[in-house]
């Protein structure tokens, strides 16, 4: 504990600094109005004291030049503020496009960490400083909330979904994990430690913990297994089902003529209800695996659908195949997931 | 004028709406708006001082960082029953039900409220719902937070959760008759001369209340009944299982809850401007502005329930709409705040305990409203939703303006309610006792939000310790300073000075019939000349029963 | 002393006035406004669940369509010409209060009872049928779990559940979650009409409603149009809509 009272938390990615920013701007404005209508207060109760009971004030009916005056102020700071707020929102929950990918999993009471690269954590998570890191989240029972103070950064984990947060450290050190949103009877023992490393630090951290099977091979072997390969092909080049190569973040036609954008959220659902959404041209013969497979296994399948897209020599390269005649991605380039 | 003199102040009347009849029954079968406004009075300080317990055992948990006085399901079921009594069962009933309910017919000149068994009704099923909702505390309380959350609530808490569900149900329905009961008696019930631009704020702001309470408590009434039928059923439309979503059950809450809270601060707003107005003799700076900024307010509440949802992967562009609609929403408040500021401008202040109760409102409401602005700001509210802040503000706006209104009002208004006068004295030291203690409970707060301490937390990283101890010391100050008014007020109905009908000569019609008042408030129905807050000397107010402009004619 | 000229009036009221009233046209008027409020509270009340289904209609299109395709549209379209019918008698029925016919008056209103209970019985065969073919949704019914037969493909058994294409048995439960919820709730608001139409109708014979005082059966009749009128939604959104899908 610090010897004086901090007024102000760490601050420590690139967000940060913006939100104090607006967290300054709307104290000034808050402490000036507060003050001016307390000293204006104050003054009128002082000097308009009643000084004999007999005294009556002339009345006053109002004025309509004050009234708009006092509307209009008001609402061009609030807009002010509102617009300036609107745009550092963005860019909080806009995910990057080349940022390093962390699957967390909440449960009741712990976070469940993996990186891609294989290594699991428990209520910690490592990074490096200075790289873009996204977080895929979801949970295996109720609603969580992944809160770093010093990044200024939450966002809820609801079940049934993916929820995405990203951030980019800009000072090592260890900072809190709380879960923000709560979540039964440990929710204040749900926390933990962002631990933010110089990228040396980390890549001997990474090489500490070693994992043999990183997230997509894991999914891969998932894939295996869970015999998805007889109908999507070994290299997810299709078949009788459709073609899972290339397909992430691509726009994919559906049975009713809508499109949907292949992201997270829409693979795990296909997993898990694969008669949600149909993509065109296929028939409802998937079973689902509502479950056969945990939050964990969904995200390792992700990872390996994932991985199916870029020309990776450690996977089997995959054969995006647009020999197959059910082809059903547009090669579109790839939106936001938002 | 000077035929006033000829006219000696009748003797007060000895029958009154309390002394009319006697007995248990009298009381408990009693279709009087003005007697059922105390049956609400006593049950709401029963529950008052309940859920004043609960936030003691908090404040006490939260002294040292460990969590060690309570286990954590205890504090958990601790804060969630704070929470529920004192939202569903003190602050929404507080003004309306009770001032509300005794000062509304009054106000207009009506002899009572336009369904006075439908008022009596609501206060029993109030009293329902709240066996129920004792019943459920009892039996082993509820832990899943005042907001029932799901998929927490139908699935993985192992608490009372239907039983309370069902206590809240119930109680809307009380809360959803009393808003019917003002609004039909504000719009057919008027005095012949009272129109719509004479009616006292208090009023206008009852009437924009009750319209939040028939739109919203039906949603939210359905809500957890569907909520109690899936955890029973173990099936439904939140469950994620099945394909529902968690997240409609937010929307479907919030729907009402964000309104709920306009339901307890509106009715303090119109006693404030109530007070405003009388103790300074003058009338209300902008009449109309603060009135229609009422009806402003309940309808923009309705719009601006997601900005409690920035950060459940709402879509960005549904957060920038709602935070829009939450920031044109700080505006009528602000058009009020600035109203009441100038009215204050070359009148004649009295230093008496309503208004400060008065001043204390404006003061801490700004501090409440402007706090809201950082939560309605999204950037900003991401990092400072569902910490410390966020309890930080929202009591600024409960109890540094609703519970304000509330007192300031029951000050005003008990010469009239009790006909005893309560003594000011001790209602000036007890006034800045709970200003203090107050601001010494919930201004740290705003830094531990801010610096991140989570809100629902039994036990805390120590760094925060600091602002927990002051925070802890600042409520024991704030409970010593609530139990002063409560002392003197049941002493002064039986020892207090015997209250004048018009002890503040004031023009208002509930001060111009005696105090307590008869059972159908005047004697004859009255006829309204004047416009509101038309303040004459002392001894023109005195006359009781009649007008200052009749005696003019006569 | 001025006095209002609605004060002396008083004297010789109408033995319905209440004493808080100056007189019967303004107790009439808040009475119809005390319904009219009333009524918005009961549409945000249904709002919810409409809401609900909106949402969940637009999530599970094929699901919905399965489910609602085996309800018996036929019964759902009696049920539906019962309460317009009964909506006209009850409305006879206030019409003939306020011209003093009491005769009429007290046959529409017995007419509109029983066909209010002719729709509560054709209901709770509906219900009963989907209680046969355990389709309530949960564990709302102890020991009858949902879970309906699924057909296969050219098996034509009424009591099995048919699945179009893309569509799952828990989002037909979803289906029929929002189903008893909805048309209980209605159900539920029919029964108090009844009760309260039985009131009417006792006061009808003990002659308490004339040409002067007829606020009761008026507001009465305003809750039970509103009955109907959720119901006239509530039958093409469950009946109805999705048919197109079936083959």
């Given at each position: 504990m610090q010897s004086w009272i901090p007024l102000v938390p760490e601050s420590a990615s690139t967000v940060s600094s913006k939100v104090d920013a607006i967290y300054f701007y709307l104290s000034g404005v808050t402490l000036?109005?507060?003050?001016?209508?307390?000293?204006?207060?104050?003054?009128?109760?002082?000097?308009?004291?009643?000084?004999?009971?007999?005294?009556?004030?002339?009345?006053?009916?109002?004025?309509?030049?004050?009234?708009?005056?006092?509307?209009?102020?008001?609402?061009?700071?609030?807009?002010?503020?509102?617009?300036?707020?609107?745009?550092?929102?963005?860019?909080?929950?806009?995910?990057?496009?080349?940022?390093?990918?962390?699957?967390?999993?909440?449960?009741?009471?712990?976070?469940?960490?993996?990186?891609?690269?294989?290594?699991?954590?428990?209520?910690?998570?490592?990074?490096?400083?200075?790289?873009?890191?996204?977080?895929?989240?979801?949970?295996?029972?109720?609603?969580?909330?992944?809160?770093?103070?010093?990044?200024?950064?939450?966002?809820?984990?609801?079940?049934?979904?993916?929820?995405?947060?990203?951030?980019?450290?800009?000072?090592?050190?260890?900072?809190?994990?709380?879960?923000?949103?709560?979540?039964?009877m440990n929710h204040s023992g749900m926390i933990g430690q962002v631990i933010v490393m110089e990228p040396r630090e980390f890549d001997n951290w990474l090489t500490g913990n070693l994992s043999n099977t990183t997230p997509a091979v894991a999914g891969q072997q998932l894939f295996q297994s869970l015999g998805c390969v007889s109908c999507h092909g070994a290299n997810g080049e299709g078949g009788r089902g459709p073609t899972l190569a290339g397909l992430y973040g691509k726009q994919t036609r559906l049975a009713g003529g809508e499109t949907v954008v292949a992201d997270e959220s829409y693979l795990r659902e296909s997993i898990?209800?694969?008669?949600?959404?149909?993509?065109?041209?296929?028939?409802?013969?998937?079973?689902?695996?509502?479950?056969?497979?945990?939050?964990?296994?969904?995200?390792?399948?992700?990872?390996?659908?994932?991985?199916?897209?870029?020309?990776?020599?450690q996977q089997s390269a995959p054969a995006a195949s647009p020999t197959s005649t059910r082809a059903t991605t547009q090669a579109t380039p790839r939106p936001n997931p938002k | 004028?000077?035929?006033?003199?000829?006219?000696?102040?009748?003797?007060?009347?000895?029958?009154?709406?309390?002394?009319?009849?006697?007995?248990?029954?009298?009381?408990?079968?009693?279709?009087?708006?003005?007697?059922?406004?105390?049956?609400?009075?006593?049950?709401?300080?029963?529950?008052?001082?309940?859920?004043?317990?609960?936030?003691?055992?908090?404040?006490?948990?939260?002294?040292?960082?460990?969590?060690?006085?309570?286990?954590?399901?205890?504090?958990?079921?601790?804060?969630?029953?704070?929470?529920?009594?004192?939202?569903?069962?003190?602050?929404?009933?507080?003004?309306?039900?009770?001032?509300?309910?005794?000062?509304?017919?009054?106000?207009?000149?009506?002899?009572?409220?336009?369904?006075?068994?439908?008022?009596?009704?609501?206060?029993?099923?109030?009293?329902?719902?709240?066996?129920?909702?004792?019943?459920?505390?009892?039996?082993?309380?509820?832990?899943?937070?005042?907001?029932?959350?799901?998929?927490?609530?139908?699935?993985?808490?192992?608490?009372?959760?239907?039983?309370?569900?069902?206590?809240?149900?119930?109680?809307?329905f009380s809360s959803i008759l009393t808003g019917l009961n003002f609004i039909v008696t504000i719009h057919t019930m008027r005095a012949p001369g009272m129109t719509w631009f004479r009616l006292p704020l208090f009023i206008w702001s009852h009437y924009a209340t009750s319209l939040i309470m028939i739109l919203g408590t039906p949603v939210v009434a359905i809500t957890i009944l569907l909520l109690a039928f899936e955890r029973v059923a173990r099936v439904g439309i939140f469950d994620p299982a099945l394909g529902g979503d968690p997240i409609l059950f937010q929307h479907l809450f919030w729907f009402y809850s964000h309104p709920a809270v306009y339901i307890m601060v509106l009715p303090s707003m119109g006693v404030v401007s109530e007070l405003i107005a009388n103790f300074s003799r003058k009338n209300i700076f902008g009449y109309k502005f603060v009135a229609f900024s009422s009806l402003a307010i309940a309808v923009f509440g309705f719009l601006v329930w997601g900005h409690h949802l920035f950060v459940t992967s709402q879509s960005v562009y549904a957060g920038m709409i709602f935070s829009f609609l939450s920031f044109a929403v700080a505006i009528p408040s602000a058009i009020k705040v600035f109203n009441w500021t100038a009215t204050l401008f070359k009148s004649s202040i009295s230093y008496d305990t309503p208004?400060?109760?008065?001043?204390?409102?404006?003061?801490?409401?700004?501090?409440?409203?402007?706090?809201?602005?950082?939560?309605?700001?999204?950037?900003?509210?991401?990092?400072?939703?569902?910490?410390?802040?966020?309890?930080?503000?929202?009591?600024?706006?409960?109890?540094?303006?609703?519970?304000?209104?509330?007192?300031?009002?029951?000050?005003?208004?008990?010469?009239?309610?009790?006909g005893r006068m309560y003594p000011e004295g001790w209602g000036r030291f007890a006034a800045l006792v709970i200003f203090v203690g107050f601001n010494l409970t919930f201004l740290p707060q705003f830094v531990a939000?801010?610096?991140?301490?989570?809100?629902?937390?039994?036990?805390?990283?120590?760094?925060?310790?600091?602002?927990?101890?002051?925070?802890?010391?600042?409520?024991?100050?704030?409970?010593?300073?609530?139990?002063?008014?409560?002392?003197?007020?049941?002493?002064?109905?039986?020892?207090?000075?015997h209250a004048e009908a018009n002890p503040w000569h004031l023009p208002g019609l509930e001060w111009r019939t005696q105090s307590p008042p008869p059972t159908e408030n005047f004697e004859h129905t009255p006829i309204v000349d004047w416009e509101a807050y038309e303040f004459a000397p002392p001894e023109e107010m005195e006359v009781v029963g009649r007008f200052r402009r009749e005696l003019e004619t006569a | 002393m001025i006095e209002s000229p609605a004060a002396t009036e008083h004297i010789q009221a109408h033995p319905a006035l209440q004493h808080h009233f100056e007189n019967m046209e303004q107790q009439r008027e808040a009475g119809t406004l005390g319904m009219w409020v009333f009524l918005v509270t009961e549409i945000m009340f249904f709002g919810g669940m409409f809401l609900a289904y909106t949402l969940y209609r637009s999530k599970f299109p094929a699901d919905?369509?399965?489910?609602?395709?085996?309800?018996?549209?036929?019964?759902?379209?009696?049920?539906?010409?019962?309460?317009?019918?009964?909506?006209?008698?009850?409305?006879?029925?206030?019409?003939?209060?306020?011209v003093g016919k009491r005769q009429?008056?007290?046959?529409?209103?017995?007419?509109?009872?029983?066909?209010?209970?002719?729709?509560?019985?054709?209901?709770?065969?509906?219900?009963?049928?989907?209680?046969?073919?355990?389709?309530?949704?949960?564990?709302?019914?102890?020991?009858?779990?949902?879970?309906?037969?699924?057909?296969?493909?050219?098996?034509?058994?009424?009591?099995?559940?048919?699945?179009?294409?893309?569509?799952?048995?828990?989002?037909?439960?979803?289906?029929?979650?929002?189903?008893?919820?909805?048309?209980?709730?209605?159900?539920?608001?029919?029964?108090?009409?009844?009760?309260?139409?039985?009131?009417?109708?006792i006061f009808s014979v003990k002659g308490r409603y004339d040409p002067e005082y007829h606020s009761p059966v008026e507001v009465i009749g305003l809750y039970w149009h509103f009955v109907d009128i959720i119901w006239i939604f509530l039958f093409p959104l469950l009946y109805l809509l999705g048919r197109h899908f079936e083959h």
């Open positions: 000036f109005f507060t003050l001016l209508i307390s000293a204006i207060l104050v003054f009128f109760v002082v000097r308009y004291r009643r000084r004999s009971p007999y005294e009556i004030p002339r009345p006053i009916a109002g004025s309509h030049k004050l009234e708009t005056l006092w509307t209009i102020i008001p609402f061009v700071i609030a807009m002010t503020i509102f617009g300036w707020s609107a745009r550092v929102y963005f860019e909080q929950y806009r995910p990057p496009q080349n940022a390093m990918e962390v699957y967390v999993v909440g449960k009741q009471w712990m976070w469940k960490i993996q990186h891609s690269t294989g290594q699991r954590e428990i209520n910690e998570l490592h990074v490096p400083v200075g790289r873009k890191i996204k977080l895929i989240m979801t949970t295996e029972d109720v609603i969580h909330d992944f809160f770093v103070p010093a990044f200024r950064m939450k966002a809820d984990v609801v079940p049934g979904k993916y929820t995405t947060e990203w951030f980019e450290a800009t000072k090592t050190g260890t900072y809190h994990l709380f879960c923000a949103e709560y979540c039964g898990l209800n694969p008669q949600a959404k149909l993509v065109e041209g296929f028939g409802p013969i998937m079973p689902t695996f509502q479950g056969q497979v945990s939050e964990d296994q969904v995200m390792q399948l992700l990872a390996f659908i994932k991985s199916l897209q870029v020309t990776n020599p | 004028m000077r035929a006033i003199e000829a006219f000696e102040p009748p003797p007060p009347s000895k029958v009154n709406y309390i002394n009319a009849q006697y007995g248990l029954k009298s009381w408990l079968l009693t279709k009087d708006h003005k007697r059922i406004a105390l049956l609400y009075l006593g049950s709401i300080t029963f529950f008052f001082f309940i859920g004043g317990l609960y936030a003691l055992m908090i404040r006490l948990e939260l002294l040292t960082p460990q969590g060690d006085l309570l286990q954590s399901t205890t504090y958990n079921k601790v804060f969630t029953q704070h929470g529920i009594i004192m939202i569903f069962f003190f602050l929404i009933p507080s003004i309306p039900a009770t001032l509300g309910n005794f000062l509304v017919p009054m106000m207009i000149g009506a002899k009572d409220l336009a369904f006075p068994r439908v008022n009596l009704l609501s206060w029993y099923i109030y009293m329902l719902g709240g066996v129920i909702t004792i019943y459920a505390l009892l039996a082993g309380g509820v832990d899943t937070g005042w907001t029932f959350y799901t998929p927490f609530s139908t699935t993985f808490s192992n608490s009372y959760v239907v039983a309370t569900g069902l206590g809240i149900f119930v109680n809307g208004m400060l109760y008065a001043l204390g409102f404006i003061g801490l409401f700004t501090i409440g409203g402007m706090t809201g602005l950082f939560l309605a700001s999204l950037a900003t509210d991401v990092h400072l939703s569902d910490t410390y802040f966020v309890v930080a503000h929202f009591h600024y706006i409960m109890v540094g303006g609703a519970l304000m209104g509330y007192l300031g009002g029951l000050h005003y208004w008990w010469p009239k309610i009790s939000g801010y610096l991140g301490m989570p809100r629902r937390y039994h036990a805390y990283p120590p760094e925060f310790q600091v602002f927990n101890v002051l925070s802890t010391a600042g409520a024991s100050i704030l409970g010593f300073g609530m139990l002063i008014p409560a002392i003197y007020l049941v002493w002064s109905m039986r020892y207090g000075k | 919905f369509a399965s489910a609602s395709n085996h309800l018996d549209i036929t019964l759902g379209a009696v049920n539906t010409g019962v309460l317009i019918l009964s909506s006209f008698t009850m409305a006879t029925a206030v019409w003939s209060t306020q009429t008056q007290i046959l529409c209103l017995v007419l509109t009872l029983l066909l209010g209970l002719t729709f509560l019985g054709i209901k709770a065969v509906e219900y009963y049928d989907k209680y046969e073919d355990a389709l309530v949704p949960g564990q709302l019914i102890p020991g009858r779990p949902f879970g309906p037969e699924v057909a296969q493909e050219g098996d034509h058994d009424r009591h099995k559940l048919h699945l179009l294409p893309g569509a799952t048995v828990e989002h037909v439960q979803m289906f029929y979650w929002i189903y008893f919820a909805m048309t209980g709730m209605h159900a539920l608001h029919m029964v108090i009409g009844a009760g309260l139409i039985t009131f009417l109708i």
